[in-house]
């Protein structure tokens, strides 16, 4: 657990030291003190605007960032005038890296207007050494770029452009391959005070054909137990009830520590923690779902009826080349299994669209799967050939218009199956975390069920952050409107 750390005490007229996580202590300290010189010069503190790219493990990376930023004394700001503008980039298909280099390029007038401000970017995209290099060359005006496995030295690479002079143009470039280490014990914020992420593992041993993670965000390593217990009790102490514990393939947690733990065991671990409410975790990759797991959950009363069960395809073959590790039956399999357990899980799932080699009977395998287990929700994407991954060199590449069409259907498909299981909690009594006002109506908040159902119903904003019992009135498509039953 991070304790707030005295970063006046620290000497900076020493060297920085070479153990983390002292030596960022040190340049928190040295980079806070250009900060509170900012302040008396400008009347103001300095403002960082942070903006995320991707999946949870992104969202987790820019708490911690953003936890290291206010330890600075920067403070949350405007994106046009931030004096740090920070993009947290994902590279899992084309259109999110699309996405990033059109906003540097809306950023060059900004930075004409303001050269004091710092542009930064890190995340999986900046682990691809093409894209690097691009940036280098076409987008001059960003200061900082770093990767996924070293965001911890953020205060030592900021510390690095405010002091390398003024007006010094000169790109700060840090990135790694990989790494074993995991730095403990650094600050980090909460999007939210009741609810938390919280990093299980890192990486990612798979290697899906078709998938860039591995390759970008390492090897997989598991944080030790009590690290995480330790964590999540710091959390609870400070007034969070439910977390979401993260990792790329959950199932897969501890094999690699001195003394392996599985993720079962884990959740027997965190299901102890006094005061915790709720346990969320993502994602489970079907390969790796034990018997043991689904017994946890059957006798769990803290672990949310809710589960991200990636699909990806309904073909066998298909599964095969995409190194999956599992078979059509032995999904269908699974989802029973989990369902005689946890009868009223809400399940949901990924599909890819168009792998190289999908024929029009491996789709419809895909579609069947759909039609049989009834997914309360599905994300559904187009492939997205990733250099760099064995798909990518694969020859037989689905026409564009032929993947447009089926993706059009199996969308149409998942439309059918949600909606017809949409409105089965109508009537039922849920334990609903309030989680904000209704932005639209005042006099309502919001918040989810166990299963993440989204609930609007008569409250008050001093509710956010309990679980109150609510009657499930109606249904009108992805909400239930509900009434609150009792404090
Ligand atoms: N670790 C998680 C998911 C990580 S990426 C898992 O194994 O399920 C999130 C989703 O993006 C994947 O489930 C997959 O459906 C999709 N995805 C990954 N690579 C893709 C690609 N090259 N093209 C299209 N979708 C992709
Ligand atoms: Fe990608 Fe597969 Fe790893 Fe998920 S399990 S991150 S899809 S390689
Ligand atoms: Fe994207 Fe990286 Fe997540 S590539 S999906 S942000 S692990």
Known sequence: MYNEIDLDRIDLNQGPPQEEPKRQYYYMAKCREWARDFERGNGRRPTFFI?????????????KIQGIMKTIGYEEGDSAKADFLLYNTCTVRENANLKVYGRLGQLKKQKKEN???????????????DVVEKIKKSYRNVDIIFGTHNIFKLAELLALKLFSGAGSGKMIVDIWKGTDQIVEELPNERKYFFKSGVNIMFGCNNFCSYCIVPYVRG???SREPEDIIAEIEGMVADGVVEVMLLGQNVNSYGKNLKHPVSFAQLLRQVEQIEGLERIRFMTSHPKDL??????VMRGSKKICKQMHLPLQSGSSRLLEVMNRHYTKEDYLLLVEKIRR???????????????????????????????????DSAFTFIYSRRTGTPAAAMENQVPEDV????????????????AERTGRAVGTVQDVLVEERNGQDTSLVTGRTSQNYVVHFAGRPSQIGSIVPVRLDESRGFYYMGTQLAD
Not at 51 to 63: I, L, V
Not at 115 to 129: H, K, S
Not at 290 to 295: K, N
């Open 115 to 129: 050269p004091d401000m710092i542009i930064a970017l890190c995340g999986c995209m900046m682990q691809e050494p």
């Open 290 to 295: 034990s018997d043991d797991l689904i017994d």
């Open 341 to 375: 357990a946890v009868p009223d899980i809400s399940l949901t799932t990924d599909i890819i669209v168009g792998f190289p080699g999908e024929t029009e009977e491996d789709f419809k395998e895909t579609m069947d799967v759909v039609k049989k287990v009834k997914f």
């Open 403 to 418: 993947v447009k069409e089926r993706f059009d259907r199996l969308l149409a498909l998942v439309q059918e199956v949600s």
């Open 219 to 221: 090897r997989e390593r």
């Open 51 to 63: 903006q995320t790219f991707g999946c949870q493990m992104n969202a987790r990376d820019s708490e």
